[in-house]
């Protein structure tokens, strides 16, 4: 079959044609450019070939078993990246599941297989040409052709728009490929810096600041917080967030059980609200309006098996996570937790040997009343309990009185005693 398609592109392609194509498709193959540019010149080769009015090209996301518009010939800013197609959904997910050619020379939209976006004004367009774009052997995306009027597809240009995306399908799975290199790789750099800040940082604010910062980086949110479970209260406060909003660092606690991050804490697992302004209740929904947000991944904090708090991302277009991404954000939440944990132990620590120090000045001062004032042990202990009590002030700071008092008295005892034989020699 392939035989077959590749004689008529030779025929309709004849003598100069032919060699044009293949050196701008060899151009194109070996240019090393990114993957969005080499996106835009399979547009522009594919529209200069078929003279067609529109042209849209879709790439599999494996993970979540979708399709995505990656590029256009007309303007989509918003569509691309945000309109998905379920594999076997639509024309578009049919070419995807079956890797086979699909024309439509009139009534495109009549078609049962076909799944309309009001977005995309192609999908009102007469006729439809829908190539699978495939290397070895697995399908890597979609090539759509439209025509406003009617138009009968022949033979040769479908064969055409095969050869056009069998050529480019492996350039394209390439430069993806390293384009997910770089991703992979530059969240290693983070996770890294990360793990560095929580080694190498004395302050938990400023650590949690850090790791909020480097998150909403790679994710390209406008918002990124770290929240902090009260267990008593069952409520979440904002730790530390990077917002071009001040007002996000001033948000009031959040009620667990009225909040979509609550389902994070009581679900103890990540949890994608793909549309924020659709929830009821909806967490802090004039910071939401303010900021354009529109889909959030929240994971949970763990430590010792207990959830401790949230991450939060926000994505300003409507978004579904990569199970990668999430995987990553799990990743990023654990040293947040790690830090927290880690400062929590350390306060407590610090309290505890605050405390034993307390019990050994008080236990001095005891024994200091004890011996000066012939008082019991329980005594002196009622003593300071009760002089704490009417003065106010912490039993230690009392007992350190005592005992300052003590090293003077002791200090001053042989000058008045030097003082004292002095005066009687001279007597």
């Not at 909003?245 to 994608?272: F, T, W």
């Not at 790690?338 to 120090?357: D, P």
């Amino acid at each position: 079959m392939k035989q077959i398609e590749t004689i008529r592109v030779d025929r309709r392609l004849e003598d100069g044609a032919q060699l044009t194509l293949l050196h701008t498709i060899s151009g194109i193959v070996s240019s090393g450019l990114s993957l969005e540019k080499m996106l835009g010149e399979l547009v522009g080769l594919v529209v200069g070939l078929t003279g067609c009015d529109a042209c849209l090209v879709y790439l599999l996301d494996k993970p979540a078993g979708e399709i995505v518009l990656c590029a256009s010939q007309l303007p989509h800013e918003t569509e691309i990246g945000n309109i998905r197609l379920k594999v076997g959904e639509g024309v578009t997910g049919w070419v995807a599941k079956h890797q086979s050619v699909v024309a439509l020379s009139t009534h495109a939209s009549s078609d049962p297989r076909f799944k309309s976006f009001s977005s995309l004004v192609e999908d009102t367009y007469e006729s439809l040409v829908s190539v699978p774009l495939v290397t070895g052997g697995e399908v890597i995306g979609v090539i759509n052709v439209h025509h406003k009027n009617v138009r009968s597809h022949s033979a040769e240009e479908i064969a055409l728009l095969g050869y056009v995306a069998e050529q480019m399908g492996g350039a394209i799975a390439r430069a993806r490929l390293m384009l997910e290199s770089r991703s992979a790789s530059r969240k290693v750099e983070i996770l890294a810096a990360v793990g560095d800040t929580i080694t190498t940082e004395g302050y938990l604010d400023r650590i949690l600041q850090t790791v909020c910062e480097m998150v909403a980086q790679m994710f390209e949110a406008p918002l990124c917080s770290i929240m902090v479970l009260d267990e008593a209260r069952q409520e979440l406060t904002v730790k530390a967030a990077r917002c071009s909003v001040p007002e996000c660092l001033n948000m009031m606690p959040v009620a667990v059980g009225d909040s979509p991050v609550g389902r994070v804490i009581r679900e103890r697992q990540a949890v994608v609200i793909e549309d924020i302004a659709a929830q009821k209740p909806e967490l802090h929904p004039e910071l939401a309006s303010r900021t354009g947000l529109a889909t959030l991944l929240s994971v949970p904090l763990m430590a010792s098996q207990s959830v401790i708090g949230a991450l939060n991302i926000y994505v300003r277009e409507r978004k579904a996570f990569t199970e990668e991404e999430t995987r990553f954000a799990r990743a990023v939440a654990g040293q947040a937790a790690l830090a927290l944990e880690n400062t929590r132990l350390m306060s407590e620590t610090l309290q505890m040997k605050r405390t034993l120090e307390a019990r050994k000045i008080v236990e001095r001062a005891k024994g200091i009343l004890q011996s000066r004032d012939g008082l019991s042990e329980e005594e002196a202990y009622l003593h300071l309990r009760g002089e704490s009590r009417r003065l106010r002030k912490p039993m230690r700071n009392l007992a350190e009185a005592i005992i300052l008092a003590e090293e003077l008295h002791r200090k001053s005892r042989p000058a008045k005693l030097k003082a004292a034989v002095d005066e009687g020699w001279a007597d």
